[in-house]
């Protein structure tokens, strides 16, 4: 559990430090339904969280934002489109099988990044599409290594473009997401 919770704790917008002529590294992570008040950088006594007391601290704390929804799919729609997730066609959390999903012809986030010569991946649950014309490969995510949806929906785990299923425990998941991330982060820190 708390290996589960630390990598909860990288919630948030990290901007590396850098020179004024170099772009700064960017990581984001999205937990599901943890809220602001749950932190101790936000003023929660009860809740130990020193890791993401450390990056508020030493990166960019966000005081006033909005979800576009109250649940994952149409909401995870509108941080890499932009925009309201009726515009996507999203508006609820997409089921397993769905034949709905992010479409590939609204541009999103990580295409924009793209043209800027950013290398991005995308670690964890997707759930904007189980078929794979909906996956984040198509999406213009260069790396992706988890599940489009609940593993226990869908069972089906996915490794830079090929189907493959968890050979370990789902009980290791968390630790399997948090080796990729850091070897994403430390192949791209430059």
Known sequence: MKRFLLFLLLLGLMLESTAQNRRPNVVFVLADDLGWAELGCYGNGFNETPHLDRLA?????????????PVCSPYRAALLTGQHPARVGI??????????????SHVAL???????????????????????EFLPR???????????????????FFDDGKQVFA????????????????????????
């Open 91 to 104: 508006t609820d959390y997409l089921r397993p099988n769905s034949s709905n999903g992010l479409p590939v």
């Open 110 to 132: 990580p295409e924009i990044l793209a043209k800027h010569e950013y290398t991005t991946g995308m670690v964890g649950k997707w759930h904007l599409g189980t078929e794979p």
């Open 138 to 156: 198509k999406q213009g995510f260069d790396h992706y290594y988890g599940m489009p949806c609940n593993f226990a929906h869908a069972p089906r």
């Open 167 to 190: 050979k370990t425990p789902l009980s290791r998941l968390t630790e399997l997401y948090t080796e990729r991330v850091t070897r994403i982060i430390e192949e791209n820190a430059k």
């Open 57 to 69: 601290k030493e990166g960019v704390r966000f005081t006033h934002a909005y979800a576009a929804a």
